[in-house]
């Protein structure tokens, strides 16, 4: 029996990870942005993979508003939220919704529409190609062999496109600057002003470079733009936007 155990976990394993090297589309964080980018593109028939480095669904959203289990989105996401299934509370000129009921139908609805979503992995650098020059893959450690601080070298997947969906510190983006001729700084993000913020995060979302795309508060990050807080509709805005732009650019 502990043997079957075993063999099946690994063999199942070794099945998905072997489908996914080759994929169209690698999305890096499993938070807000990533997972509506996921469940957009695996839906339009995309080869979808989602690379997050914890070992939950949902990124900032779990946390609400300063634990308070609450999160506030403006109300032209309504539409989205019905794809989505998710119930909310009409606030003034905002909606509300439970924290755990949005990252449990963001994540539901991500996996169901065909994405895989895999757990307690960290991409902690790019593949890339010159003349043209183009990102075409992400190289991968397990979070544990990164937290240990173990020199263990990574291995590779290859992709169509990469979605830096990684948040505040626009993780991808960020070394791919240091280390690819991109010509870009990443400055990082601005203070609070949750408007502008959140309507220039969606205006901003898209290519960084050839195979290199931007979503959700990592969009902040590259182009200094202010921070916004618990409020989620630009999260969601950017990452079907980014979902539909590299749909465009691999048909
Ligand atoms: O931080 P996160 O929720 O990013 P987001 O989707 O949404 C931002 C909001 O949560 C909030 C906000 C709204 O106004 O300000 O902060 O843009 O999710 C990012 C996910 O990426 C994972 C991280 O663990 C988190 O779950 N992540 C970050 N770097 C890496 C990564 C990496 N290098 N490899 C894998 N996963």
């Known amino acids: 029996m502990e043997a079957e155990i075993t063999q099946a976990i690994i063999e199942e ?3 998905d990870w072997l489908n996914f090297t080759k994929s169209d589309v690698v999305i890096v964080g499993a938070g807000p942005a990533g997972l509506t980018a996921g469940t957009y593109l695996a839906e339009m028939g995309f080869k979808t993979v989602i690379f997050e480095r ?8 779990g946390g609400g508003g300063m634990l308070f289990h609450k999160i506030a989105l403006e109300k032209d996401v309504r539409k989205i939220l019905e794809h989505f299934n998710i119930r909310a509370v009409d606030k003034g000129t905002l909606l509300v919704c439970d924290a755990s009921e949005f990252m449990a139908k963001l994540a539901s609805k991500c996996v169901d529409a065909g994405a895989k979503i895999i757990h307690g992995v960290s991409v ?7 003349n043209p020059l183009r990102i075409t893959g992400v190289c991968l450690q397990w979070s544990a062999v990164e937290i240990a601080g173990l020199h263990v070298d990574p291995i590779f997947v290859e992709c ?8 505040h510190d626009a ?10 001729p ?3 700084k990443v400055p990082g993000e601005r203070s609070a002003f949750c408007e502008i913020g959140e309507d220039q995060v969606v205006e901003r979302t898209g290519k960084v470079v050839e195979g290199l795309y931007v979503a959700g508060m990592a969009v902040a990050s ?25 749909a465009s650019d691999l048909r």
Not at 124 to 130: G, L, N, S, T
Not at 171 to 180: C, D, I, L, Q
């Open 182 to 184: 991109l010509g870009i």
């Open 171 to 180: 993780e991808v983006v960020a070394v791919a600057s240091r280390k690819v």
């Open 160 to 167: 169509r496109a990469v979605v830096d969906a990684t948040g």
């Open 222 to 246: 590259v182009y200094n733009l202010p921070r916004m807080g618990p409020i989620f509709g630009g999260m969601l805005k950017s990452g079907k936007k980014v979902a539909e732009l590299v």
């Open 124 to 130: 902690d650098d790019v593949i890339f190609r010159e």
């Open 54 to 61: 914890r070992l939950s669904f949902g990124g900032g959203i």
């Open 13 to 15: 394993a070794t099945k």
